[in-house]
């Protein structure tokens, strides 16, 4: 039987998976609110209201691709810093439920939302949290 090693970044891991996760969740909805024929990003033979029921989930995809990925880069770059495990683990809890709050809350409605309103709150606060805390780990205590 084969030794198990350690793995190297299990928060980031985790992180990164469960957003994989919401990623592919939000980019199926959009495959099955398409059209079976899209020309160039034109909608061929779709009503105004399905283009504009689109044209938002495609919003929503492209939100939560903005974030996600520097919100795991810095997790990453944080965790393999050996920044205090609670710290990372906190951070990495605070972007997931961010960006999925997030999702969520614009995802049924394009204008103010319980859900888009703290997703976005708890997207910046990690992003901030991680930011600040890497700028810490090298010029502090590097």
């Not at 469960?18 to 199926?28: E, N, Q, T």
């Not at 209201?49 to 944080?78: Q, S």
Request: glycine share 10%; hydrophobic share 50%; proline share 5%.
């Amino acid at each position: 039987m084969q030794e198990r090693t350690t793995m190297p970044l299990p928060i980031t891991l985790a992180a990164a998976s469960l957003l994989g996760l919401v990623h592919l969740f939000l980019v199926v909805r959009n495959a099955l609110a398409r059209p079976s024929k899209i020309e160039n990003g034109t909608y061929v033979e779709q009503s105004p209201e399905k283009a504009a029921i689109l044209e938002h989930r495609m919003r929503v995809v492209a939100n939560f691709t903005e974030y996600a990925p520097l919100g795991l880069i810095l997790l990453g770059l944080l965790e393999s810093s050996q920044a205090p495990h609670l710290l990372v683990l906190g951070l990495a809890i605070i972007l997931v439920l961010g960006r999925i709050l997030h999702a969520w809350g614009f995802s049924h409605t394009p204008g103010y939302s319980f859900g888009r309103l703290w997703g976005t709150l708890l997207t910046w606060f990690s992003i901030a949290g991680l930011s600040l805390s890497g700028l810490y780990v090298t010029l502090i205590m590097g």
